[in-house]
């Protein structure tokens, strides 16, 4: 597929559905495009900040959003853990999904990481060379 006209804001994420079969896309304004085999569960209304981060849920049937300003939002089956929408250091970077499926990190650009739901902290980046751009989980 393709977008059939052009974006009002940048796209800042996409996110694969665990099938294979498609993929979301958000704009930094939150605005979230389906490609493929996958459904829409919403979009952000009003958006905290610019969004960063869009991950599928295990079963593919919703999504989170991330913003710099460590909002989360859940759509669809996605179970909303919590965020960070605290004085933060830095700006949200990225988000990833915990392998249980019941919980994601939040990373921010100077390496900080926070954890929600069954998400654990191991540990975050101290002083890294570059800004933090993204997370992935295993």
């Known amino acids: 597929g393709h977008l059939k006209a052009r974006p009002k ?10 099938s294979g ?9 939150g605005r979230v495009y389906r490609f493929g085999a996958v459904r829409l569960y919403g979009s952000p209304l009003r958006l ?16 989170w959003i991330a913003t710099t300003t460590g909002t989360v939002y859940a759509f669809g089956s ?3 853990h919590g965020d960070e929408h605290r004085s933060l ?3 949200i970077a990225g988000m990833a999904i915990a392998p249980s499926g019941a919980g994601y990190w939040l990373v921010g650009s ?13 540990g975050s980046a101290s002083r890294p060379a570059s800004r933090v751009v993204g997370i992935a989980s295993a």
């Open 48 to 63: 905290s900040g610019r969004a960063v981060a869009i991950v599928a849920d295990a079963a593919g049937t919703g999504y």
């Open 21 to 29: 079969r498609g993929y979301w896309l958000v704009a930094a304004n």
């Open 110 to 122: 100077n390496g900080t990481v926070y954890g929600f739901g069954s998400a654990k902290v191991i």
């Open 9 to 18: 804001s940048p796209i800042a994420a996409v996110s694969v559905a665990p």
């Open 89 to 91: 250091p830095s700006p």
């Open 78 to 80: 996605a179970k909303f």
